[in-house]
């Protein structure tokens, strides 16, 4: 069990520009949770994926953010035209299929959009 | 829909005082709770959490927490703090069924000085 991991750590990039995070589940998890957390809040989700099937969505995931997790295994977000407002700490987690939603949280990958 | 308030944003504290991290949340349903740590620049760790049985519960480094229904909090308690307890404290909660998020609170800080 390596934990959940995500990439890049940390990404600085232009306005309008599009930026792609990458999380790796514990293998045995069959559930994926993202979320966005700023300055001074608490995590806020984003979307959950059971396998490969995107299950639930935030209305904090605007058109131009989007997410994939193609063979139920690792999962992308992307951001299309970045604004200075999604710079944030983007939070990948993972959890087992039964019982209780207890997760597991990677270290997060940090944007900063200038 | 569930919520959760976190009653204080900071929480100054001595080493080897008591400590108490409020939480109350709110929902329509069951729900289970949980609390995580974020120690400064690394991912969320689950601290304790509450699913069934038992309203005392105990976690890791020496942390408990109370379920009170009545009361619809999930008080944080430590009877005598450590500087490495300095972190980021956030309650979370979610609906007792498989699959649903979690949703957190703004988070606490609790700051330990000698």
């Known amino acids: 069990d390596t934990g959940v991991s995500q990439d890049p750590r940390h990404k600085i990039t232009k306005r309008g520009q599009n930026v792609t995070f990458r999380c790796d589940p514990i293998s045995e998890h069959n559930r994926l949770y993202w979320y966005r957390q700023t300055l001074g809040q608490g995590p806020e989700f984003l979307t959950y994926?059971?396998?490969?099937?995107?299950?639930?969505k935030s209305r904090l995931l605007s058109d131009r953010f989007s997410a994939e997790r193609p063979k139920g295994s690792f999962s992308t977000l992307e951001i299309q035209r970045t604004e200075q407002g999604d710079s944030a700490m983007y939070l990948c987690a993972s959890s087992r299929s039964s019982g209780a939603n207890v997760l597991t949280f990677g270290a997060g990958s940090r944007l900063t959009v200038l | 829909a569930q919520s959760v308030t976190q009653l204080d944003s900071q929480v100054p504290v001595f080493e080897e005082a008591p400590v108490e991290l409020r939480c109350n949340y709110s929902?329509?349903?069951?729900?289970?709770l949980f609390w995580y740590v974020q120690y400064p620049n690394q991912g969320l760790q689950l601290l304790l959490k509450?699913?069934?049985?038992?309203?005392l519960v105990k976690g890791i480094n020496g942390f408990e927490a109370e379920f009170n229904k009545s009361q619809t909090s999930f008080h944080l308690r430590k009877p005598s703090v450590h500087i490495s307890d300095t972190a980021e404290y956030f309650c979370a909660v979610s609906p007792n069924q498989a699959g649903t998020a979690l949703i957190f609170g703004k988070g606490t800080t609790l700051s330990v000085s000698s």
């Open positions: 929902s329509s349903v069951s729900v289970y």
């Open positions: 994926f059971q396998n490969e099937a995107q299950l639930e």
């Open positions: 509450y699913l069934s049985g038992s309203t």
